[in-house]
């Protein structure tokens, strides 16, 4: 459904993505991922035909967006980082401008808007001025905005920025609610959002993307390693060296505090006991032991901001 | 054409459902009520004097030149400065407060959205010219007058005014804050007023004829004294239809930008 080759932007000198090259399929929900200022943004505003490329193509639905917007656009339902929402329209009414401008025939015109207020539970304000209502009715109304034309493509930029947390709830079920009949890229730096949501994983960095896959393989990326954490009583102990002897262990590093350490093993069985009875015997005073699995975000921060050293510093900083 | 009507009719809604647009024009009928009665009883002091000075000259006769012709001047003075701050919120707001990407993300070209906006600027300027319309029609109450001068004098002044509009939305769709826009758009007005001023600088008859040309005071001038000239309408017509074209480059600029 969408397809994108050798994408690169510029503005000026700096060089907000570089040769991107993945490809959406019909009926997928697909997360963007990276930190502030990865390129996320971008990608999706030349993905809407918003903005053109500097190099590459990209196509949706066959139409290529810098050739033929207009095609592409009846195709897309797009909420950017701002919810472009004019502040002296009723919410209904607005919805109602935004279904002409996207074609909308007039026989489905009153039931689109309608469901479209439904689904994002707009209801209650419907008939208030958009101003006078809360970011996160204003992030809703954005919302409803992309789905009044049930375009087959849909674009969310940020699309749970604002809101609260039975809302985000809420947008996420919707989320789930949509995926099959319409193909959704969102993008995000909430990673509970994405595992939630979405079933293909696309990590975007400083304009190029480091990892795209399913979230399943993304999060066995270590396949056949686990990572142990442990609690000692004696502080600032020279841990490190003497659980490097002990058979299996592939790597220790200090954790959060100074009695806190994260070991990365092997995946075998008896591996949490072996270190177990190697920190007892060396007597450094076993307080907790726990099997950690590599999660999300774990993945993200490594492909992310490099090293797991800086992973593990980035973690203490939160 | 769907499209360009759902987009001036949002934007018409947007003039004449807020108390913006009433209170421009009720501050313009304060101004029109000060000065019309005031320049129409001189007037009709001047036509009982007339009787015992019979070498008056008879244009100080004709209501059109001593009545209509300043309330025009005055509609003119008000339009130039008017019109840029009814069209400056039409895309620096929008640009301003995002609202610009659900255009730019829509199925319509650049033209439909220009040329809806262009239209709902016409519809707040044709009610502003109805609004000082209504001051010699009532005054057909204590006097017969010539309707179709009059008519073509009002829709001289109308062109005039999307002349204005065109160049306000081009000035609005080159920056993203209202002030900036408005100020330029008043520029722009006056500035094809003071192009005028090049028909006493120049000595070649060449020079002459084509400021004459350019100059907005000739065209509106035979048009206010109930002439239609097709080259009039030419010039004012491509004048309109440049800067919309202008406009509408600008917004498609945004795009390959």
Redesign the interface.
């Known amino acids: 459904m969408i397809e994108v080759q050798n994408l690169t932007k510029s503005y000026g000198g700096i060089t907000a993505i570089q040769s991107l090259n993945f490809k959406v399929n019909k009926g997928e929900v697909v997360g963007f991922l990276g930190p502030n200022g990865a390129g996320k943004s971008t990608t999706m505003k030349i993905i809407?035909?918003?903005?053109?490329p500097t190099s590459g193509r990209a196509t949706v639905g066959g139409y290529d967006v810098?050739e033929n917007?207009?095609?592409v656009?009846?195709r897309?339902g797009?909420l950017?980082?701002?919810p472009?929402?004019?502040?002296?329209?009723k919410v209904r009414d607005y919805l109602k401008?935004?279904a002409?401008?996207?074609?909308v025939p007039k026989d489905r015109m009153a039931k689109n808007v309608e469901r479209a207020i439904e689904k994002t539970s707009l209801g209650a304000v419907e008939k208030r001025l958009i101003q006078n209502l809360s970011k996160g009715f204003r992030q809703r109304v954005g919302i409803a905005?992309a789905l009044v034309s049930e375009p087959e493509v849909l674009i969310l930029d940020e699309p749970t920025v604002g809101l609260d947390p039975k809302q985000v709830a809420e947008i996420r079920d919707l989320i789930k609610e949509l995926r099959g009949q319409h193909t959704i890229i969102l993008s995000t730096h909430i990673l509970p959002e994405v595992q939630a949501t979405c079933e293909r994983i696309i990590i975007i960095h400083r304009g190029q993307i480091v990892a795209q896959d399913s979230l399943a393989n993304l999060t066995n990326l270590k396949a056949g390693q686990r990572r142990v954490q442990l609690k000692v009583r004696k502080a600032k102990a020279q841990l490190d060296q003497s659980l490097s002897s002990v058979n299996g262990v592939i790597g220790v590093q200090a954790g959060a505090g100074d009695q806190d350490w994260m070991i990365d093993a092997d995946a075998s069985e008896d591996m949490i006991e072996r270190i177990a009875s190697h920190v007892i015997q060396k007597g450094y005073g076993l307080l907790e032991i726990t099997s950690a699995k590599a999660d999300l975000e774990d993945v993200f921060l490594k492909l992310t901001y490099g090293s797991n050293q800086a992973a593990t510093e980035l973690e203490q900083g939160v | 054409m769907?499209?360009v009507m759902?987009?001036g009719k949002?934007e018409i809604k947007?003039f004449y459902l807020?108390p913006n647009f009433y209170v421009v024009c009720f501050l313009c009928a304060a101004i029109f009520s000060w000065v019309y009665p005031n320049v129409l009883n001189k007037f009709a002091m001047a036509l009982q004097t007339a009787v015992y000075q019979p070498d008056m000259p008879k244009q100080q006769l004709n209501i059109h030149y001593q009545v209509f012709l300043p309330q025009l001047n005055i509609l003119n003075l008000i339009l130039i400065f008017v019109v840029p701050a009814l069209t400056m919120r039409l895309f620096a707001e929008e640009k301003k407060?995002?609202?610009?990407?659900?255009?730019?993300?829509?199925?319509?070209?650049s033209a439909q959205i220009v040329a809806g906006k262009y239209l709902a600027a016409l519809s707040a300027i044709f009610g502003l010219c109805f609004l000082s319309f209504l001051y010699p029609a009532a005054t057909t109450v204590f006097a017969h007058l010539n309707w179709a001068p009059l008519i073509i004098a009002f829709l001289g002044i109308f062109i005039v005014g999307a002349v204005y509009a065109a160049m306000d939305i081009f000035a609005s769709s080159l920056t993203e804050s209202a002030v900036v826009a408005y100020v330029l758009a008043v520029i722009f007005n006056m500035a094809v007023w003071f192009v005028g001023i090049g028909v006493d600088v120049v000595d070649s008859p060449l020079a002459r004829q084509i400021f004459e040309h350019i100059s907005l005071n000739q065209h509106l001038m035979a048009l206010v004294e109930g002439t239609i000239r097709t080259n009039s309408l030419i010039f004012l017509g491509s004048l309109i239809f440049l800067f919309c074209f202008l406009c509408e480059r600008v917004v498609e600029s945004?795009?390959?930008?």
């Open positions: 809407t035909g918003f903005m053109a810098f917007p207009i095609e656009k009846k897309i797009y950017p980082e701002t472009p929402v004019y502040g002296d329209m401008y935004v002409e401008l996207k074609g905005q | 769907s499209k759902a987009i949002k947007g807020s407060l995002h609202t610009f990407d659900l255009l730019l993300t829509s199925p319509v070209t945004s795009r390959w930008r």
